[in-house]
Every structure is written in structure tokens, then in C-alpha cells.
């Protein structure tokens, strides 16, 4: 059998499995990824579908159909089909790039047509309600397997551009569709989405803060450390392996790092308070250290031994986020009475003030892609600005308190922690602000202080 890929030029490939028998039962996290049909190859005048760098330009509108059973033991029952589809359609609208089309508009005469190539769909019924594209999604379930096919179609052109199976677990139905989601984000933007990259959090177990671990476009987290004290403040590796934060033992403040797959260590532990520790490029740690009269923020090495003092200025030095590309940090301090965010070397040199506009300016974590600093102005909303000091946007207001905001690995969206439900939450929304939705809907724990990992699924 002969698997089809695309390369970067749009251009069709073929290569051969690597075993020429692959079992059926798969792992609870492992799937067959089929790409089946035919690739959307892009032509020299192709339809250009979303610009990522404009924003607030017109949303794609879509339509998902109930995905259909094809055949399998109960396959029809439990709403299962039902869960695949809201699924998909949640995930669609959390982009903030599309406008999901209410199915009780839909016209379709024959809701499998476009599933086999005997039924052929009639594009001039969803063209009709407004639909640009189109979703099909099929199923055949046994016992524990699930075979999941989903299909992405041009309306306008009508056209197939993507269409993929996914072999695996019932339990896996979940990353099958953000797996898929991905892919339409790639073919319809030219960058892969982020669903099923990690977002680590504080939340609450046994009495004490601990850190614990979202998946985006997941269900149910999970907990990461078992501290013996409050642990908060993370800040997650550039490869996404590790995390370091912040926690108070019986007798000392520390400093620790966790990694994402379980266990801990000290890196740096005292008397001192120690305040938002985060990773050095190459190796090594920031952390903001209180001495008597003032805190600054300071260089460790990989084994936690102090290398120096980093800021100079000010009284109070906190909340380091290191730039890109490494050579810069974004921090804060009330070098110039408030605190407000300043932008340095990474050694310290060359410190100048971004932020000139409201009385506080805190939380600062630069984008990946470099272009912006995302902030919270006066404890309560959030805001973006560019390095250079110009173009603040405000993405929240009147919605409670907003609070440390942190991108995601490709920069088109935020995660934040609120109060807008009248308990603290995590909420994701677009990078302008947009389709402000609930991370974890359905969990009933606290919920603060995330941070996106910089890692993509």
C-alpha cells in the first residue's frame, strides 16, 4: 500500500509504510494515519482562503453535518456521533477564523453523499445557506476500535482538499479530531494548528496549590507535581520537556523544575524569597530574588548556583520572559515609580521602558513569532504591544479580573486566567482578542496562573 504525502511546493510524493503489516489494535496514544484519496495540491492561481496576517478579515463560514456510522458493534448509539461532531465544530470555533453554520439550516438531501464515490455531493445546497466549506465526517466502530474518516471540501470550487482516515482507540476520537483540525489550519493558512499541544496551570489538590497539565482541545487534566507547599507561577521549556516554578517547602522558598512526564527537583532553595524563575537560552535559569531592600532578577547555571545579578535598576525586578530568538528579555520593574514593562539585553544591558500608558503594567510574555508583548495593564485586563513601545491593543474589559496571559506555540491565540465567572478560570481567545471561550468548561477546580507550552503537538 502506498502512503501520500504532500512536500513543502504542494506537490504530490509517494513513500512506503514501514512495515508491510501494521496490527489493528493500536495504542491508547497511538494512531494509523491514512491519508487517503487524493492531496490538495495548490495550483499557481489558488484561492487564497485566510490571511494570518490580517486578523479581523471575513471568517470562512463552515458546515459540519452529523458525522455518520457507517457499520460496527453499537456505532450509531450513545451519541457517539453526536460527541465526534461538537467536537470538531468546538474546536472550529475556538480558531476565531471561521463562523460555524447553524445545522438547522441545513439543506442536504442526502446526508451521505461526498462519503464514497457513488454518492456525490450537491454543493448548491450548502452554497445556498452560505456555506464556503464543508466537513464530512464517517465512522465504523468495534468493540474498542474506532475507524474515523473525515473529509474537507471546497463548496465554491466544489472539490475535495483534504481528506484523511484515523485508525485507533475509541478513547483516541478526540486527538483524531484535533489531529484534523490541525491539518485544515495547515492547508487553509499554511501553519498547522496547535490542538493537543499542553498548557500547564495552578489548581488545587489536597489543601495546597499543585501544578497540573491541559490539553488544548482536551478534556480532563491532569496533575503534575505533589508539592509539600504552594507551587505556582510556571513556565514550560522551549521543547516543551520540563517545567520550572516556584514553591514554598516547610522552611525555605525553592525554585523547582518538574518534568512534563512526573518528578521534580530543587534546582535553588533559601531563605530569600524567590519570584518568577524562568528558562535561560542554552541552559541555566532567571529568577528574581529578594534581598533586604529590593529584588532583582538574577542568572543561575544549570546545577541553580547564582552567576550574577542581571537587573540594576528599581527596587522591584520581576517577571522575566526571554525573547524568541533569545537575546532579549521582557520584565518588570518601578525603575520609574509604577511598576511598568521594560525591555533588556539578556544580560541586563540596555534596559528601556515599553509600556507608557496606565498606572501598573505586569505579567509580560513575548509572542514566538517576536512581533508582540502580551501584558496585563492595572491587575485587571489585558493588552498587547509591539517591542518597540507602539500599537497597544486592549483584548479585554469589563469581563472581571484578567491575569497572566501566555501565547501559543504558533501565536495566534492566548491562554489567561479570569474571573469572569465569579471563580477563577482559564480562557483561551485569538490573538486581536476574539472568541474569548472557557479552556476546561466542565472542571470545577481552581484554575490560575497557565502557561502555554512553546512546544507544538
Same mark, same amino acid.
Given at each position: 500500500?502506498?502512503?501520500?504525502?504532500?512536500?513543502?511546493?504542494?506537490?504530490?510524493?509517494?513513500?512506503?509504510?514501514?512495515?508491510?503489516?501494521?496490527?489493528?489494535?493500536?495504542?491508547?496514544?497511538?494512531?494509523?494515519?491514512?491519508?487517503?484519496?487524493?492531496?490538495?495540491?495548490?495550483?499557481?492561481?489558488?484561492?487564497?482562503?485566510?490571511?494570518?496576517?490580517?486578523?479581523?478579515?471575513?471568517?470562512?463560514?463552515?458546515?459540519?453535518?452529523?458525522?455518520?456510522?457507517?457499520?460496527?458493534?453499537?456505532?450509531?448509539?450513545?451519541?457517539?456521533?453526536?460527541?465526534?461532531?461538537?467536537?470538531?465544530?468546538?474546536?472550529?470555533?475556538?480558531?476565531?477564523?471561521?463562523?460555524?453554520?447553524?445545522?438547522? %439550516?441545513?439543506?442536504?438531501?442526502?446526508?451521505?453523499?461526498?462519503?464514497?464515490?457513488?454518492?456525490?455531493?450537491?454543493?448548491?445546497?450548502?452554497?445556498?445557506?452560505?456555506?464556503?466549506?464543508?466537513?464530512?465526517?464517517?465512522?465504523?466502530?468495534?468493540?474498542?476500535?474506532?475507524?474515523?474518516?473525515?473529509?474537507?471540501?471546497?463548496?465554491?470550487?466544489?472539490?475535495?482538499?483534504?481528506?484523511?482516515?484515523?485508525?485507533?482507540?475509541?478513547?483516541?476520537?478526540?486527538?483524531? &479530531? +484535533?489531529?484534523?483540525?490541525?491539518?485544515?489550519?495547515?492547508?487553509?493558512?499554511?501553519?498547522?494548528?496547535?490542538?493537543?499541544?499542553?498548557?500547564?496551570?495552578?489548581?488545587?489538590?489536597?489543601?495546597?496549590?499543585?501544578?497540573?497539565?491541559?490539553?488544548?482541545?482536551?478534556?480532563?487534566?491532569?496533575?503534575?507535581?505533589?508539592?509539600?507547599?504552594?507551587?505556582?507561577?510556571?513556565?514550560?521549556?522551549?521543547?516543551?520537556?520540563?517545567?520550572?516554578?516556584?514553591?514554598?517547602?516547610?522552611?525555605?522558598?525553592?525554585?523547582?523544575?518538574?518534568?512534563?512526564?512526573?518528578?521534580?527537583?530543587?534546582?535553588?532553595?533559601?531563605?530569600?524569597?524567590?519570584?518568577?524563575?524562568?528558562?535561560?537560552?542554552?541552559?541555566?535559569?532567571?529568577?528574581?530574588?529578594?534581598?533586604?531592600?529590593?529584588?532583582?532578577?538574577?542568572?543561575?547555571?544549570?546545577?541553580?548556583?547564582?552567576?550574577?545579578?542581571?537587573?540594576?535598576?528599581? %527596587? &522591584?525586578?520581576?517577571?522575566?520572559?526571554?525573547?524568541?530568538?533569545?537575546?532579549?528579555?521582557?520584565?518588570?520593574? +518601578?525603575?520609574?515609580?509604577?511598576?511598568?514593562?521594560?525591555?533588556?539585553? &539578556? %544580560?541586563?544591558?540596555?534596559?528601556?521602558?515599553?509600556?507608557?500608558?496606565?498606572?501598573?503594567? %505586569?505579567?509580560?510574555?513575548?509572542?514566538?513569532?517576536?512581533?508582540?508583548?502580551?501584558?496585563?495593564?492595572?491587575?485587571?485586563?489585558?493588552?498587547?504591544?509591539?517591542?518597540?513601545? =507602539?500599537?497597544?491593543?486592549?483584548?479585554?474589559?469589563?469581563?472581571?479580573? +484578567? =491575569?497572566?496571559?501566555?501565547?501559543?506555540?504558533?501565536?495566534?491565540? &492566548?491562554?489567561?486566567?479570569?474571573?469572569?465567572?465569579?471563580?477563577?478560570?482559564?480562557?483561551?481567545?485569538?490573538?486581536?482578542?476574539?472568541?474569548?471561550?472557557?479552556?476546561?468548561?466542565?472542571?470545577?477546580?481552581?484554575?490560575? =496562573?497557565?502557561?502555554?507550552?512553546?512546544?507544538?503537538?
Amino acid at each position: 500500500m502506498v502512503f501520500w504525502k504532500m512536500d513543502k511546493a504542494g506537490r504530490d510524493r509517494a513513500s512506503r509504510p514501514a512495515a508491510p503489516n501494521m496490527p489493528r489494535r493500536m495504542g491508547a496514544l497511538v494512531f494509523c494515519l491514512v491519508l487517503f484519496l487524493s492531496v490538495w495540491a495548490v495550483p499557481a492561481r489558488a484561492r487564497v482562503y485566510i490571511d494570518i496576517d490580517q486578523p479581523f478579515a471575513k471568517k470562512l463560514p463552515v458546515a459540519v453535518p452529523a458525522f455518520m456510522p457507517l457499520s460496527g458493534e453499537g456505532a450509531g448509539e450513545g451519541g457517539f456521533a453526536e460527541s465526534l461532531t461538537q467536537r470538531m465544530t468546538g474546536n472550529l470555533d475556538r480558531c476565531g477564523i471561521f463562523v460555524v453554520l447553524d445545522p438547522r %439550516t441545513f439543506i442536504e438531501g442526502n446526508p451521505r453523499a461526498g462519503l464514497s464515490l457513488k454518492e456525490q455531493i450537491n454543493f448548491r445546497e450548502w452554497l445556498t445557506i452560505g456555506a464556503e466549506l464543508l466537513i464530512k465526517g464517517a465512522y465504523t466502530a468495534y468493540g474498542d476500535e474506532l475507524s474515523l474518516e473525515l473529509r474537507l471540501f471546497d463548496a465554491f470550487e466544489g472539490r475535495m482538499m483534504l481528506g484523511k482516515r484515523y485508525t485507533g482507540s475509541i478513547q483516541d476520537a478526540r486527538k483524531m &479530531i +484535533n489531529l484534523f483540525t490541525n491539518e485544515i489550519l495547515y492547508v487553509l493558512t499554511g501553519e498547522r494548528g496547535v490542538f493537543g499541544s499542553q498548557i500547564v496551570f495552578v489548581g488545587k489538590s489536597g489543601g495546597h496549590k499543585d501544578l497540573f497539565v491541559a490539553e488544548f482541545g482536551g478534556d480532563e487534566p491532569r496533575q503534575l507535581t505533589q508539592s509539600p507547599g504552594n507551587s505556582t507561577l510556571p513556565v514550560v521549556s522551549r521543547d516543551g520537556g520540563r517545567v520550572i516554578y516556584q514553591t514554598r517547602a516547610p522552611r525555605e522558598y525553592q525554585v523547582r523544575v518538574a518534568d512534563m512526564s512526573g518528578g521534580s527537583q530543587v534546582v535553588h532553595g533559601g531563605k530569600a524569597l524567590l519570584l518568577s524563575p524562568a528558562f535561560m537560552p542554552g541552559g541555566g535559569y532567571l529568577v528574581s530574588i529578594s534581598g533586604r531592600y529590593s529584588t532583582h532578577i538574577h542568572r543561575l547555571d544549570a546545577q541553580g548556583k547564582i552567576q550574577g545579578q542581571v537587573t540594576r535598576f528599581g %527596587t &522591584i525586578n520581576i517577571s522575566p520572559s526571554v525573547s524568541p530568538e533569545g537575546s532579549q528579555m521582557a520584565y518588570v520593574s +518601578n525603575q520609574a515609580g509604577g511598576p511598568q514593562v521594560y525591555i533588556s539585553s &539578556i %544580560t541586563g544591558e540596555g534596559s528601556r521602558r515599553v509600556t507608557m500608558y496606565g498606572r501598573e503594567n %505586569t505579567d509580560p510574555c513575548w509572542s514566538p513569532r517576536g512581533d508582540r508583548i502580551v501584558y496585563v495593564g492595572n491587575s485587571r485586563d489585558i493588552f498587547t504591544i509591539k517591542p518597540d513601545g =507602539t500599537d497597544v491593543q486592549q483584548l479585554t474589559s469589563d469581563s472581571g479580573a +484578567n =491575569t497572566r496571559p501566555s501565547w501559543s506555540p504558533d501565536g495566534r491565540m &492566548i491562554v489567561f486566567a479570569s474571573t469572569r465567572l465569579g471563580r477563577p478560570a482559564l480562557f483561551t481567545m485569538s490573538a486581536n482578542g476574539e472568541k474569548q471561550t472557557p479552556l476546561l468548561p466542565d472542571y470545577e477546580g481552581v484554575q490560575s =496562573t497557565p502557561f502555554w507550552s512553546p512546544a507544538k503537538p
